[in-house]
């Protein structure tokens, strides 16, 4: 059973740096998407980052863009969020997911996976941006 566990979020002040692991076991994953989403209290769970199986292909939400890069280490089975210039407003649960269905596996994307596709999920960390 695949088992995906983010780390690396806590209490940062505003404009400040933040990197996040997401590590994959029970399966390997290097050849499927991966991605980032974001759930403050009381939002919908909205998409961050989304990454093609080889890193090559990566896509972002417009109020991330350029100040979050998403990136993966297959050989470690670890996906990477380097966040930048953080913001009040990136204050949410950070969580990584998988798509392992929908997209076959060593494809290339095209567009970001919808959220729907997402077949497996960690539990997420928590990301507090504030003074």
């Known amino acids: 059973q695949v088992q995906l566990v983010e780390s690396g979020g806590r209490l940062v002040q505003p404009g400040g740096s933040l990197r996040l692991s997401c590590q994959t076991s029970?399966?390997?994953?290097?050849?499927?998407?991966m991605g980032w989403f974001r759930q403050a209290p009381g939002k919908e769970r909205m998409f961050v980052a989304a990454?093609?199986?080889?890193?090559?292909?990566?896509y972002y939400a417009n109020s991330v863009k350029g100040r979050f890069t998403i990136s993966r280490d297959n050989a470690k089975n670890t996906v990477y969020l380097d966040m930048n210039k953080l913001e009040p407003g990136d204050t949410a649960v950070y969580l990584c997911?998988?798509?392992?269905?929908?997209?076959?596996?060593?494809?290339?994307?095209?567009?970001?996976?919808?959220?729907?596709?997402?077949?497996?999920w960690g539990q997420g960390t928590q990301v507090t941006v504030s003074s």
């Open positions: 029970g399966r390997d994953l290097s050849g499927y998407p």
């Open positions: 997911a998988a798509v392992t269905r929908a997209i076959g596996e060593y494809q290339p994307l095209r567009q970001a996976p919808e959220i729907h596709e997402y077949d497996a």
């Open positions: 990454s093609s199986w080889s890193g090559a292909g990566t």
